[in-house]
């Protein structure tokens, strides 16, 4: 099954959600970054939100960012989206692993949940801080909820589940936001709160063969009508070797000078996808010139 995001609105436009499956882009979270079975919930979480969350832009050319500083064992968790749900991310500490806790991965101690999670929105060209709050649990679907409810006044449900099999793969991965619009009622509120007493957990779902289209069936079973579009998501880095030649570039020549005399050339990872690119002495040369 590929992964994807249904984009729904309720037929009285009084709710709208997201709900997504994200099984193989979590995988390729795992295998990218080496990802300990903690550290693949909270970056796989994060990453699961962050493609929703670009489903979310109005313009093609803006993206989103979910920067998560908690100062738990496992750093700090930074993902991007654009607007076609293309996403990619990283952790500070990715073999951070921790013990169980009530029998299940402990995310919020890896993340910790003293700091905060921000959230930054690219319009094309400038950055801009849309909103930064602070940190409930360190569980990642609380803190998000929390997010759109202080700093976007959004009352949001938000539910985001990775399930590790044995052999430490993804077995299942996905979510769901649901948002209330302004022109909803209390009878909307209460129908959704019931929805989420009842709601198992999304990889229980996802795990016996649910996919995107149940996961939303089930947000809004209480509702007459809605209608959805489908969109593809995956782990996908746009770094190039002109990208990482500008980055050097903005180092500045002084910088740039002492490199080529000290290492002569220059090597440099990708965060996001763990790509070396190697720039020779001819090559920083011609960044000075
Ligand atoms: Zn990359």
């Known amino acids: 099954m590929n992964d994807c995001i249904l984009r729904a609105l309720t037929g009285d436009g009084a709710v709208r959600a997201f709900s997504a499956v994200t099984t193989n882009m979590v995988e390729q979270a795992r295998t990218t970054h080496f990802l300990s079975p903690t550290m693949t919930a909270a970056l796989g979480r994060t990453l699961t939100a962050c493609a929703m969350m670009g489903c979310m832009l109005k313009n ?9 500083d908690g100062h738990g064992p496992g750093g700090r968790i930074i993902t991007l989206s654009d607007s076609s749900a293309n996403v990619k991310g990283y952790a500070d500490n990715p073999a951070c692993e921790l013990p169980l806790k009530n029998g299940k991965l402990d ?4 993340v910790g949940k003293d700091g905060f999670l921000g959230i930054v929105r690219d319009y094309g060209m ?9 940190l409930v649990s360190g569980e990642i679907g609380d803190d998000l909820a929390q997010y759109f409810a202080q700093s976007e006044q959004v009352p949001s449900v938000v539910a985001l589940g990775v399930l590790v099999d044995t052999d430490c793969s993804v077995k299942a991965a996905g979510g769901l936001i649901v948002q209330v619009l302004p022109n909803a009622t209390d009878e909307h509120i209460t129908a959704l709160e019931n929805m989420i007493a009842q709601l198992p957990p999304i990889t229980t779902i996802i795990s016996g063969g649910g996919t995107a289209e149940d996961i939303l069936a089930r947000a809004f079973a209480s509702f007459d009508s809605y209608t959805f579009e489908t969109l593809e998501t995956k782990y996908k880095c746009d770094c190039s070797r002109d990208r990482i030649k500008r980055a050097v570039a903005s180092l500045g020549k002084k910088e740039i000078t002492d490199i080529i005399n000290t290492q002569g050339s220059a090597e ?3 965060h996001f996808c763990n790509t070396k690119y190697t720039l020779s002495k001819d090559e920083l040369e011609e960044l000075i010139g």
Do not use: F, P
């Open 107 to 110: 995310v919020g101690g890896a």
């Open 126 to 134: 400038k950055e801009c801080y849309t909103g930064k709050v602070e």
């Open 268 to 270: 440099l990872t990708c």
């Open 60 to 68: 093609d050319d803006e993206s989103i960012s979910i920067q998560i």
